[in-house]
């Protein structure tokens, strides 16, 4: 079955800090990507998106690149702020007709001043 | 703020009891998701309705149950809780469900089983 694999956090970056969150996906066909950030105490939202390879998804300064070959939507930004502190889910959608959602385990991140 | 509405906030309620959670969709969104979110399950997709039918399902036990109503918002019945399904349930909506479309999250629904 299809699997979304993040990895572990907690990560733990100072101010203005480079970010790599990586994920890799397990799916058959051609599934779309996703990233979401849960703040805490509030819901999911989403924070891009690609839907075919080599698509780039972008959204306040983070970007993630559906690599098919590779089977990665790594997430990455360039400075990160304070305000970037929230847990990230890599998520895939398959395209066989239903839309079964898979999330990774989510990985959390704390910026620190 | 997402357009997607869930209550109650909480619940607290004992083991063996029956709890409903709603949800509204974002204005003209046909389809309805419902997610569980817990500390060891992590966040599991439970099932998919799209304009009233059932579309996709996913880790949803047998003692749970869902419904869109023909104003789409949609309720998950819970029944003869455990403790272990005290959890954060989500609902989310997009536009017409397919694998390209973006869900939107509601804030969700904290149910505590004790």
């Known amino acids: 079955g299809d699997s979304v694999t993040q990895m572990e956090g907690p990560v733990t970056l100072s101010e203005e800090a480079f970010l790599t969150i990586n994920c890799t996906y397990t799916a058959t066909g051609y599934p779309s990507l996703f990233w979401y950030v849960q703040y805490p105490g509030e819901g999911l939202q989403l924070l891009l998106k690609a839907t075919k390879a080599d698509d780039k998804g972008s959204n306040k300064g983070f970007e993630a690149t559906y690599r098919k070959e590779t089977t990665s939507f790594h997430l990455e930004k360039g400075s990160v702020q304070v305000s970037d502190s929230a847990v990230y889910f890599c998520?895939?959608?398959?395209?066989?007709?239903?839309?079964?959602?898979?999330f990774g385990t989510g990985t959390k991140l704390q910026v620190i001043p | 703020d997402s357009g997607v509405t869930q209550t109650p906030k909480h619940l607290i309620t004992a083991t063996g009891q029956r709890v409903t959670l709603r949800c509204s969709p974002r204005?003209?969104?046909?389809?309805v998701y419902w997610y569980q979110q817990s500390l060891d399950q992590g966040l599991q997709f439970l099932i998919q309705?799209?304009?009233?039918?059932?579309?996709a399902k996913g880790n949803i036990l047998e003692r749970f149950s869902a419904q869109q109503f023909p104003d789409l918002h949609s309720e998950l019945n819970l029944s003869s809780l455990e403790l272990g399904d005290s959890a954060l349930y989500f609902c989310?909506?997009?536009?017409?469900?397919?694998?390209?479309?973006?869900?939107?999250f509601g804030p969700g629904t904290r149910l505590t089983v004790l």
């Open positions: 989310a909506s997009s536009d017409r469900g397919r694998s390209t479309d973006t869900q939107y």
């Open positions: 998520a895939l959608i398959n395209s066989g007709g239903y839309q079964k959602v898979t």
């Open positions: 309705y799209y304009n009233g039918e059932e579309r």
């Open positions: 204005s003209g969104d046909l389809s």
